[in-house]
């Protein structure tokens, strides 16, 4: 595959003075250079974004649906392009970028087409209260105008391209800020949107680093981000000094629990799969397993089978089931949180190294005798990592899982669906699938957003394009009522007749 990407000193138009060097971490080669936007350098394209909104709004869901739609094919006309791009500056698998990237913003395109002008429909209301009897009564979206949206380095496609995607499908301008480790991918798409025909000016990119999002957020209707919850601590402290709302998807510690009478099998090769996913650099990943006594030898001894058969690389599709970490300094925590582990008792049963050529790699590593005093258990470890406790029964499972400052995913693995179920619903975590994991963020019409310090807000169904507009409400009284209960001139008979209205109305009810 081609892992050269052309140098990139002038991105989208923008010249900065200082350049951000994009590296492959597969390799550890510096493969291009986007520029730092200075605070200054968002002015011009906060105007252009803000000059080109209301006719892109006056478009309509049908006109932006096309474009939207015309995306769709382009994606997936280009997507072994694309597909070469987020590996070069991610690492990771042909088939981790396919499953979870390019199938998702394909999805992702069509389903805001489709689905925006529902979402965003007049809703009538009607009222019980008699001062509005005989009113239309409506709630309506409008967009925001400009949306600024910060994105991390672990999806370039999904996680921060994808969140402008209900953000134009609304009506909005956008500026996106994607993270300065994983700059390109947003960079091809934008090429994309513009042979669709995106207006000029609707959908822009500011390269840069944290200061540039930062900036971004004094100067935007509304910050739709994603990234750690140090970071969305800060976003939303900067946020509140000119109150913009913010959407916040944040980090996550989710636990898998495996029940005494689950399918083993499928609850092992769920652990392997979306624990090594994207090498374990998935908000929802499997960052920790609670297992019950009764089949724990057996789920950890098919565990450390299947994860000792992973290959892993940076070859050709089909060559590699986990790629390379992607941000460096990633790998020095996932290396802590071993050591860290090791240091208190635990048992490494398989991998437990970082890599030793070029590039940034963690082997694929189960931890065993672990426990909450250990960094592995309680702090997001982002990384091929699959820490294993023994629990007595579903009560401490359940208290363990709880046990944590974060709440975004969680699964519950048992044949029982309905014990399943009834565990699901006492984790403490924005989405939880039972005998399953992860694959709830494909369903677009399902919310998905964290729990506790996990995050504000969420992204998908309803809420997901919501959030991109302002909610106003309509009272529109439609001819001169006769018998209003109130207006000028003042009146005594209506005054005694709303006295037996509210009496008639609210004093009836059993207390
Ligand atoms: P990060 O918080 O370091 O950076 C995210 C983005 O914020 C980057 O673009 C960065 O440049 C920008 N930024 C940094 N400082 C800023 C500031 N003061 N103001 C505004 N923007 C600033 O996160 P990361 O390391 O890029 O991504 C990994 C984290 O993202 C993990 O914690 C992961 O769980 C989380 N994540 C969450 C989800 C989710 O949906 N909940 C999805 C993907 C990743």
Redesign the pocket.
């Known amino acids: 595959m081609a892992t050269e990407v052309a140098d990139v000193t002038v991105a989208n138009g923008h010249v900065a003075q200082d350049q951000i060097p994009v590296e492959n971490p597969a390799t550890g080669q510096v493969i291009a250079h986007v520029p730092d936007l200075s605070p200054e350098d968002l002015v011009p394209l906060v105007e252009r974004g803000r000059a080109a909104q209301p006719a892109w709004e006056a478009l309509g869901f049908d006109g932006r649906g096309r474009v939207l739609r015309r995306m769709a094919r382009w994606l997936l006309e280009h997507q072994d392009e694309v597909i070469d791009v987020i590996r070069s500056e991610t690492g990771k698998t042909y088939e981790d970028a396919q499953l979870a990237e390019i199938s998702y913003g394909a999805a992702a395109f069509n389903f805001w087409a489709q689905n925006a002008e529902g979402y965003l429909a007049d809703e009538k209301v009607k009222s019980a209260n008699v001062l509005v009897k005989g009113k239309k009564l409506v709630t309506r979206y409008r967009p925001l105008g400009l949306v600024g949206v910060?994105?991390?380095?672990?999806?370039p496609l999904t996680?921060s391209f994808g969140d402008c995607i209900p953000a134009l499908a609304a009506g909005n301008s956008v500026i996106l800020?994607?993270?300065?480790?994983t700059p390109l991918t947003s960079l091809k798409l934008e090429e994309g949107l513009k042979e669709c025909g995106i207006p000029e000016g609707v959908f822009q990119i500011a390269t840069?680093?944290?200061?540039?999002?930062?900036a971004?957020?004094d100067h935007v209707d509304m910050i739709m981000?994603?990234?750690?919850?140090?970071?969305?601590k800060?976003?939303m402290a900067?946020a509140a000094e000119t109150l913009t709302p913010v959407s916040l998807?944040?980090?996550?510690k989710d636990p898998m629990i495996v029940l005494s009478d689950a399918d083993v099998e499928r609850a092992a090769n769920s652990a392997v799969y979306w624990g090594m996913f994207n090498a374990g650099q998935?908000?929802?990943s499997l960052e920790r397993l609670y297992v019950e006594e009764p089949i724990y030898d057996e789920f950890v001894s098919k565990v450390v089978e299947k994860a000792r058969a992973l290959r892993q690389g940076f070859g050709e599709s089909g060559s590699a089931d986990v790629g390379s970490m992607t941000?460096p300094p990633q790998v020095d925590i996932v290396e802590r949180h071993v050591e860290d582990a090791k240091a208190k008792g635990a048992k490494v049963l398989v991998g437990g190294e970082r890599g030793k050529g070029q590039g940034y790699w963690f082997e694929p590593t189960v931890l065993v005798d672990v426990d909450h005093s250990m960094e592995c258990m309680t702090e997001?470890t982002?990384g091929p990592t699959l820490p294993i406790m023994k629990v007595r029964d579903e009560e401490e499972a359940i208290r363990l899982a709880n046990d944590s400052p974060y709440g975004?995913g969680a699964s519950v693995f048992s044949k029982d669906v309905t014990r399943g179920e009834r565990v699901a619903r006492r984790i403490e975590a924005g989405a939880v699938c039972v005998n399953d994991a992860l694959v709830n963020y494909t369903a677009l019409e399902l919310p998905?957003g964290?729990a506790k310090t996990?995050?504000l807000g969420t992204?998908h169904g309803a809420g997901g394009i919501r959030k991109y507009c302002q909610q106003q409400s309509l009272l529109v009284t439609r001819f001169a009522m006769k018998k209003e209960l109130y207006m000028y001139p003042y009146n005594t008979r209506a005054t005694k007749l709303l006295g037996k209205a509210l009496r008639f109305l609210y004093g009836r009810g059993k207390a």
């Open positions: 910060i994105g991390p380095w672990n999806y996680n800020k994607p993270s300065e480790v840069g680093r944290g200061a540039t999002g930062a971004l957020i981000f994603t990234g750690s919850t140090a970071t969305g800060k976003v900067k998807e944040l980090g996550g998935t908000c929802i941000f997001e982002f975004l998905m964290g996990s995050g992204r």
